[in-house]
DNA sequence: ATAGTTGCTGACTGTTAGTCAGTTGTTGTG
DNA sequence: CACAACAACTGACTAACAGTCAGCAACTAT
């Protein structure tokens, strides 16, 4: 009897609309204005039964912040799909996940929350678990990517490829980070526009990967 | 009459009690678990006293992270005043802002805290006016060195120095923000130490401004 | 001595995350 | 069909806490 699985099926609807409702709610309000009945009210469910789903409202948002991941690692791997040299698919997920964080301000803000405050969480739970597993993920498919590259002769590199991934993705979600900051709040004293920025640094970082003969002439 | 001037001192004074309190309470439990009458306490004075100096909790915990920019903004200046060549002050910097990060793990976290929620605050008040303040001041510093470098002819680029001091800044930035990440969750398959990560990154920056000519051969 | 001013207090309020005893609805069984 | 067992859901309730404000204390000036 397929009851059990049914069951299954449905637990992991509600989920999913809830997920939407808070979506909906944070998004609009902002994490701290919004308040779990807010987000009750838009699932058409009562408070008590989100907490049937979510241990908490950081461990909601933590649910959307997975989303977010999972469309970001979704828009790498498209991305890379397009090229076939190693190099040129470090570069097309560094383009990815400045698009990614154009696209989706949303998503972008609840990665950057956690990311900014996981360091409090001095908490148990598997939520942390989770969290990290994201981000390992990602790590190794950057990893996979530039050993892909070395093995084409695109890169060359001087580091052990699992160092040099952490410094990229730091690197890179670092300079992310500024922009989005100096996007949001446009100082006076800034002249150039958020994407030069951004395209300095792809070059700057290509100087540091490529391998000059297997460069590609377009 | 000095009473205005001494009434000035003596506000300044208890502000300062107010963040000693403060610190000592938000490092002590992490800012979520802390509340302002646990502060209040260790000031030795009413919790309403409190919000006579600070309009809010998180303008309270603004108060430290000026705090931890000042500290690391003096470290910066003072490991670059041991240098002479600005390739030298820049690699300077970039060692005092890793070593800042582990002297100061909380000043640390709450540079990240307002890092990754300044883009929460929707809201007005003079609080983000300080906080990017602060971020600028130091860019400026950054770009400042920067100028030095190229010319005493020790740092050679392409890119526009505002925008480079961006670029660095963001790097760095997000590469000891990772650092700092895995150092505290401590994941089974990382197998080098964090401060291997910071090396590997500061010979790669090393790279993209050196004039080789110039370099110091030590 | 007294009026004015500034600084401090802590009981109070409003809000909200999180809980739980009870209700509703669904499934499987005699 | 009746009825027990179980699962999903409810919303009034509690506890905790940020922030307020009417009143008090201490200092200053005349």
Chains 1, 2 share one sequence.
Do not use: C
Not at 141 to 164: A, E
Not at 203 to 216: A, F, H, Y
């Amino acid at each position: 009897m397929g009851v059990q699985e049914r069951r299954e099926r449905e637990k992991e609807q509600r989920k999913n609309d809830i997920l939407d409702a808070a979506e909906q709610v944070f998004f609009e309000k902002g994490l701290s204005l919004s308040t779990m009945d807010d987000v009750a009210d838009a699932a058409e469910l009562s408070k008590g039964t989100l907490y049937l789903y979510f241990k908490s409202k950081q461990e909601l948002y933590l649910g959307i912040h997975q989303r977010g991941f999972v469309k970001m690692h979704e828009m790498f791997a498209a991305a890379a799909a397009l090229h076939n040299l190693g190099v040129d698919k470090i570069r097309a997920i560094g383009h990815a996940y400045y698009e990614f964080a154009k696209q989706y301000p949303d998503y972008y803000k609840a990665i950057m929350y956690f990311e900014g405050s996981v360091l409090d969480f001095t908490s148990d739970s598997e939520m942390i678990e989770i969290y990290h597993q994201d981000g390992h993920q990602v790590m190794e498919f950057v990893q996979k990517v530039l050993h892909k590259g070395i093995d084409d002769g695109s890169i060359v590199t001087d580091f052990q490829v699992d160092r040099l991934a952490f410094i990229l993705w730091g690197q890179i979600s670092g300079v992310i980070q500024i922009i989005s900051k100096i996007s949001q709040h446009p100082e006076k004293s800034i002249k150039f526009n958020p994407y030069e920025l951004f395209d300095d640094y792809m070059q700057l970082m290509g100087k540091l990967l490529v391998n000059p003969d297997k460069e590609d002439k377009s």
